[in-house]
């Protein structure tokens, strides 16, 4: 019998409207792959990342709120939980001194997207099963994200996922000082030898090695030794029988000896500092530089040291940073120290006028501060063009040219760079600078003619003339070689050959090498490449065609570093591992 007290059709509410939500996760994933696929690795690539991620919170709330359908307390209850379960990640973060870039970036967008599809797969069952789909989902997927942390990315901003509770690069770095130190004959004041590497890219800061060595780069090498290393992404120098390198051993960045030809330590200096940033992680970034016994070294955080080299022993220190009221840049200060005469020159940035200093070798003091960089990740370079020396330096400005003593400009070319990162090495060639700037649609290599002239003007003026400018070279960070008149290197992660006077395309590779590093065999005629994924490869330098000799697996794990080869052996790393291998040697003559 009907009731009559019962209206004659029970009221019904309508499902949650998705079609929206799934507007809002479209536009999202858009933001976060279109940019980074039309300017990859460029600030727009991060930025759209961000700011797709942010917007999307933003707009996902309203959609919630008022779109939706969601009435009562449901309405602001699911948002409040995204925005407390996000803050909630990124509290530990910031305490710890980490940007919180790893949950905004990565884990917002999984679980919104989840979100979505829940909320758009459940709409034939209901609204009761969309709300609890959303809270189910909301909670699940962040406690997912909880289990896991980000240890860095790949150069497409890829992240390498970890357990939450396995033990950090950098803690399993600090029981590396459980190992017992070895001894060296010490010899103060070492000179170089001829097949030394003293600095980042060798004794003229170019990536080649001169000089005749008799290995056979078209067999595999045989391992020396192999052992753990703290994360750190500069490379190694090395003289003599001491290999020299920087490395996050816990909360200290380490500056470690080790002896170059067993791999064992021999002696380890410590400076408390640690930073952090999404993309690589932790660990320093510079190389050491040797110059007359002593080692001196920036960290990422703004000092420098200066350091006995065969003890470890510290002479002076200077915090640039702080006496120059800079901030740490972005991805942390990356340039290593240059030493020509009595002066160290490091890039210090985020002040005009000190973008470059020059201090004393001998106390660490300031001896002058110039230039208009305030941004970037390159070190100085030592030049002498038309027979005037003089200190190149690559930044957000452009390039810059100073004189060693008194820092004077002697010349610069302007070209502002407000989307982007420099963070290669310019090249001489003959009397010209090759000037290389990132990766995107707009960038690219640009060949500068200098011509000093004296002539009517007090002083010396400098004649700075485009040659040619390419879009078919565009290093991200990673430094090409040259020789017999072509250049050999990176176009984005393509290894190619280009003729450095036509600026023609001679051959590409394609990406097999991906976003690796590079030096030159110069008497043999060969590259050594150390590819992302820890593969060392030999390829020939020949502009006629692309021929790779031997190729061989030398690290496991992502690799940045650079590789070294000094005194009849090739030393690579990364930010778990180093290793050194020997090429076997060639027949003798007539044989």
């Known amino acids: 019998m009907k009731n009559p007290y019962l209206p004659a059709t029970l009221p ?93 970036l990565y884990g917002w967008p999984f679980q919104f997207t989840l979100l979505t599809l829940v909320v758009l797969c459940l709409w034939v069952s209901g609204r009761a099963a969309q709300l609890t789909g959303a809270y189910v989902i909301t909670i699940l997927a962040w406690a997912a ?19 939450a509770w396995s033990p950090k690069p950098e803690d399993l770095a600090k029981q590396l000082d459980d190992r ?42 045989k391992l020396v030794w192999k052992q753990a290393i703290g994360p750190g992404w500069g490379t190694f120098s090395v003289v003599g029988n ?36 999404t993309i690589s992680s932790v660990g320093p970034r510079a190389t050491p530089t040797y110059h007359n016994g002593r080692l001196y070294v920036q960290g990422t955080t703004g000092y420098v040291h200066c350091l006995q080299a065969d003890t470890g022993e510290q002479i002076w220190r200077a915090a640039l940073l702080a006496d120059a009221g ?31 200093t020059a201090l004393s070798a001998t106390s660490g003091s300031v001896v002058w501060q110039a230039g208009n960089a305030t941004h970037g990740y390159s070190s100085v370079h030592v030049a002498n063009i038309a027979g005037v020396d003089q200190l190149l330096l690559m930044s957000n400005y452009g390039l810059e040219a100073f004189d060693p003593i008194t820092g004077a400009v002697l010349w610069d070319y302007r070209e502002p760079l407000a989307n982007g990162n420099r963070t290669t090495q310019p090249m001489l060639i003959d ?63 393509s290894l190619v050959c280009l003729g450095l006077k036509t600026n023609q395309l001679k051959w590409n590779a394609g990406t097999k090498y991906a976003h690796g590093q590079l030096l030159l065999m110069e008497q043999a005629e060969v590259l050594i490449v150390l590819s992302v994924d820890g593969r060392v490869s030999v390829v020939k ?17 992502k690799t940045w570093n650079h590789p070294v080869f000094a005194n009849g052996k090739l030393y690579v790393r990364n930010g778990t591992e180093a290793a050194c291998f020997e090429f076997p040697s060639l027949p003798p003559a007539g044989k």
């Open 242 to 277: 001491r290999l020299f390198t920087q490395e996050q051993r816990g909360e200290n960045e380490a500056v470690v000896c080790y002896h170059a030809q067993t791999g064992e330590e021999l002696w380890r200096f410590y400076e408390k500092a640690k930073f952090h940033e």
């Open 12 to 104: 019904t509410e309508k499902p949650l409207r998705a079609w929206p939500g799934v507007l809002v996760a479209i536009f999202m994933l858009t933001m976060m792959t279109v940019p980074g696929a039309l300017a990859p690795r460029t600030s727009w690539h991060f930025m759209s990342l961000m700011f797709g991620s942010v917007l999307a919170f933003a707009f996902g709330t309203i959609w919630w709120a008022y779109g939706a359908r969601v009435t009562r307390r449901h309405r602001w209850i699911v948002p409040v939980l995204w925005a407390v379960l996000l803050v909630g990640f990124c509290i530990p973060v910031v305490l710890t001194g980490h940007p919180p870039m790893g949950p905004a």
């Open 180 to 221: 017992q130190l070895g001894q060296i004959a010490t010899v103060a004041g070492e000179k170089l030898g001829d097949n030394d590497w003293p600095q980042f890219r060798g004794a003229k800061q170019d990536g080649i090695v001169r000089g005749k060595h008799p290995y056979d780069f078209s067999k595999e090498p």
């Open 145 to 163: 994200f909880a289990l896991v942390r980000i240890d860095g990315t790949d150069a497409e901003l890829v992240p390498s996922v970890a357990w």
């Open 326 to 356: 800079a901030k740490i840049p972005e991805w942390g200060l990356a340039g290593s120290p240059t030493v020509l005469g009595e002066l160290v020159y490091v890039y210090t940035g985020g002040v005009p006028e000190k973008g470059l």
């Open 431 to 493: 009397s010209d600078v090759l000037f290389t700037t990132g990766v995107g649609q707009n960038l690219g290599a640009t060949r500068l003619a200098l011509e000093m002239n004296m002539s009517g003007m007090p002083g010396t003026i400098w004649n700075v003339k485009k040659v040619w400018f390419t879009n078919k070279l565009k290093p991200y960070f990673n430094d090409g070689v040259q020789l017999a008149g072509n250049y050999y290197g990176f176009d984005d992660k």
């Open 541 to 557: 330098a020949d502009p006629t065609e692309y021929s790779e000799e031997v190729s061989f697996k030398a690290l496991r794990g």
